[in-house]
């Protein structure tokens, strides 16, 4: 049994609590699908973190490397939740490199506002025939 001095509380609600999945059920599915280590190994939604625990996430194809600072099961502001963690250097120089590289594509794509009319249709259909 967990001592006073050694808090513990269950990795889904944790991982709700530091604001990384918006419900304990999204935390949960995402444990279980292997998205989420513990120490490079797989764990369920029930095991028992504590501080100084290291958590590799795997979200929207971007991976976080983060260690537990402190303990909670209860969501709060935005704020109480980063104390929650500490990211390590490496994983977060990597994952802002993997934001811009984002960017840089989303921003080379060329923009349209929204549905040709009959007329462009017309022009474009007429353009590929020539050629």
């Not at 537990?68 to 977060?92: F, H, M, Q, W």
């Not at 960017?103 to 923009?111: H, I, L, V, Y």
């Amino acid at each position: 049994m967990p001592e006073k001095d050694d808090p513990r509380v269950r990795l889904d609600k944790w991982l709700c609590a530091a604001r990384f999945y918006k419900t304990r059920t999204i935390a949960a599915q995402a444990i279980e699908s292997g998205r989420v280590r513990v120490d490079d190994q797989r764990v369920k939604p029930s095991y028992a973190v504590k501080a100084g625990t290291w958590i590799t996430l795997s979200k929207d194809s971007l991976v976080w490397r983060v260690e537990v600072t402190a303990v909670s099961d209860k969501r709060g502001p935005a704020s109480e939740a980063a104390r929650l963690y500490r990211e390590s250097p490496e994983s977060a120089a990597v994952r802002e490199e993997e934001i811009a590289k984002r960017k840089a594509a989303a921003a080379s794509a060329p923009r349209t506002s929204g549905r040709l009319t009959k007329r462009d249709r017309r022009r474009l259909h007429s353009f590929f025939e020539k050629n």
